[in-house]
Structure formats: C-alpha cells, structure tokens
C-alpha cells in the first residue's frame, strides 16, 4: 500500500489547461484571410508590386483604402529616380540639381524605361534642352544651359566628350557654342544626330558624351524641349521626366495595350526607329479621322467621348495623363519650377498624299503643342502660341 503522501498526490485531479500550475501557450494569430492583410507584409509586398506593370498598380491603389494607403511607399520604391540614375551618373542628387537648374528633362527611351520600370541595354539617356532657333541672344542663353551640364558630366562624372569632337567643356560658353553651330551642322552628321532626328523632327544640336558602355545625349532643340516630346514618331516616346515630376501622355495605350499611335508619316530614319521598339513590344497603329471610315478594328474606344486621349485640347493637368510625383529628399532647397502643369496641347487633323507604311490612305490626326504658360517653357523671343491656338 502506498504512502499516504504518495497517496496523496496520485488522487489530486490531473491539472487543467486553467489550472494556475501550468502555463498557457498563447494561441498563434489566425493566418492573413484578405489581400490587405497580406499586403501588410512589407517583403510581400514590394516583391508583388515589382511584378506588376504600372497600371495594375495603379488599379491596385484604388481597391481600398487601406491598399491607397501604401501609394506613396510604392511611388518611393518603384519609381525612384535616384536610383534609375545610377545607370548613368555617380551622384543622381547632383545631376537633377543640375536639370533643375537649367530647366533641362530626360525623355525618349530612358523616360520610357522609367515609368514602365524595365531596361533595355542598349539605351542611353537623353537630356533635352529648350532652345530659341536663330535668335542669337536667347540662343546663347539656351546653349549656357547645356553647356552647364555638359561640364558637370565631364568633371564630375568622368564622361568623355565622343561628337562633336574639339571642345573644351570646362571653358565653353553658350556664345561660342551657338556661334560655331554652323561648322558644326557642315561636318557630317554623327550617327547620334541621325538617331534622335528620328524620333524628334524638331532636332536643333546634340552632343554626345560616353564612359564605357554608357552614353549621354544632350539635346537642343529649335523650341521648346516639351514641344519635342509632342513632335516625336508616335505615342510611345511621349513621356518625360523632371527634376520632381514625371509626364506620361498616353498611358492608357503605352502601358495598358503595348500600342503606339502614329503620329507623322514615317520616313526612312523614323522608320528605323520605329522597327526598334516592335522589337521591345510595341504594336504600331494609326489614329484616324472621325467618320472617315478607316483605322483599326477598335477605333470605336478611341472615339468614346468620355474616354477619348485625342480629344481637341489636352492639358498636363487632365484626367488622361499620368503624373508621378517623384521623392525630392536631399534636394528640398531646390525650388525650380520646370514644368508648369498648365502647359496646354491638342490634336489636329493632318493630311498626307498616298498611303502610309500601315496602309491606311488619307488623313491622320497628330498632335501639336498649343500654349506656353509658364515662363520657363517660353524662352524670350518665342511666342506665346505655336501651331494655333485655343
């Protein structure tokens, strides 16, 4: 017979998961049921933004509150212009306080590449300068300008000078560039002037800067840099980024269908041109004319009056364009204004001889910078309205 102190302890009762003798696991919290909560997880998130293409982002903001409340984190992490720079420069703070200061975008390729967040290799970056045709005195303020840039590219980042060959960039100035223009345009014409007069019919002067793989273009152009952007080949290059902001003109068909729209008989450098981005995915089609009776299968979306990116006037400011407001930590004493959001656009309604190379004879709508509204956009001199006005 046991002890009665083992006794004892075998009829005390077995303690109970409430007993005070026996610590209580905490239960484990019940796994994510919802995509918010998933989308908590900062890893899980940044991993599922990276994957999507930008207007599936966009979409995604707009589902709750609590996903919107993740935009300006995923506007600081997939769209972060410092970093994009790097491919370029060593130093991205120090190169857009020097497009800020000379009023100076990045567009074509790399303007691309940035809002849709993808690299293409064999890109380089253009810069594009504002610049007053022949008027000798606000051409030379135009030419100061790049010239500003051009320096800091050489002593700052290491570039070397690649064409037009011959120029002292710690020394030059915007009256000796403008004024050796001449015997510049009778050399023959580097393959960089042939590329970009391609895309950019407007092409007034580009110099080119390389180290290593890595090439700079600075681009000066007869008017406005922001008309250039208008005047290019097609839709697709219609994107420019500031110092602090970032234009996409025709998202819609840029990002969400992969098409651009014609925006000028091509000849056979703009044909070129164009042949390089099918090669990059995009599919080329032709805007035509209310009630002609010709276009694409779809042209019935591009008529929707409430829906329509070709309507006569456009602005920065309107529903159909994209706007990325970009972080300016490091830079919040700089206060240029190179972009005025006022900055007013539209179509018009061109008409060409034969047939285009899509096949589609008659007439084309392109498009066409209406109105400077902010004096940075209009150099003194330039007038106020080009092309017509609204």
Same mark, same amino acid.
């Given at each position: 017979?046991?002890?009665?102190? *083992?006794?004892?302890? *075998? ?9 005070? %003798? ?40 707009? %589902? ?40 100076? *975008? ?35 303020? %135009? ?220 007439? %084309? ?26």
């Amino acid at each position: 017979m046991p002890s009665p102190s *083992i006794a004892h302890r *075998i009829l005390q009762p077995h303690p109970t998961p409430s007993s005070p %003798c026996r610590s209580v696991r905490p239960m484990s919290p019940p796994p994510p049921s919802t995509l918010e909560d998933v989308l908590d997880h900062y890893t899980i998130r940044s991993t599922l933004f990276s994957l999507l293409d930008p207007l599936s982002l966009i979409r995604l903001q707009r %589902c709750s509150r609590k996903l919107h409340s993740h935009a300006p984190e995923m506007h600081k992490t997939q769209w972060n212009l410092p970093r994009f720079l790097t491919r370029w420069v060593r130093d991205p703070a120090a190169f857009r306080r020097q497009m800020a200061a000379n009023d100076a *975008i990045l567009a074509g390729s790399a303007a691309l590449q940035f809002f849709d967040r993808t690299h293409y290799p064999d890109s380089d970056l253009d810069v594009l300068f504002t610049g007053a045709g022949n008027n000798g005195p606000e051409a030379t303020k %135009c030419y100061a300008k790049l010239a500003s840039v051009a320096a800091h590219l050489v002593a700052a980042e290491g570039y070397t000078p690649h064409a037009p060959p011959g120029i002292d960039w710690a020394r030059a100035t915007g009256k000796e560039l403008f004024g050796s223009l001449a015997r510049r345009r009778r050399r023959d014409s580097p393959a960089a002037h042939r590329e970009i007069s391609g895309t950019y019919p407007l092409l007034f002067d580009v110099f080119e800067f390389r180290k290593g793989p890595r090439r700079v273009q600075l681009v000066m152009y007869e008017r406005s840099a922001l008309e250039s952007v208008l005047t290019a080949h097609s839709t697709v290059v219609m994107n420019f980024v500031g110092w602090d902001c970032a234009y996409s003109l025709f998202p819609a068909y840029t990002f969400g269908s992969r098409q651009s729209l014609v925006n000028r008989v091509p000849d056979a450098g703009t044909a070129k041109v164009m042949s390089k981005w099918r090669g990059r995915g995009f599919a080329f089609g032709w805007k035509k004319v209310v009630g002609d009776g010709l276009g694409p299968e779809n042209d019935a979306e591009f008529q929707a009056p409430t829906m329509d990116p070709f309507r006569r006037v456009r602005s920065l400011a309107d529903r159909h364009c994209w706007r990325l407001e970009l972080d300016t930590a490091g830079l919040e004493d700089v206060s240029a204004q190179t972009v005025s959001r006022d900055m007013v656009f539209g179509t018009v309604c061109d008409y060409f001889s034969g047939r285009d190379p899509f096949g589609y004879p008659g007439a %084309c709508v392109s498009f066409r910078f209406f109105r400077y509204d902010s004096p940075v956009e209009r150099p003194e001199g330039v007038a106020g309205v080009v092309g017509g006005g609204v």
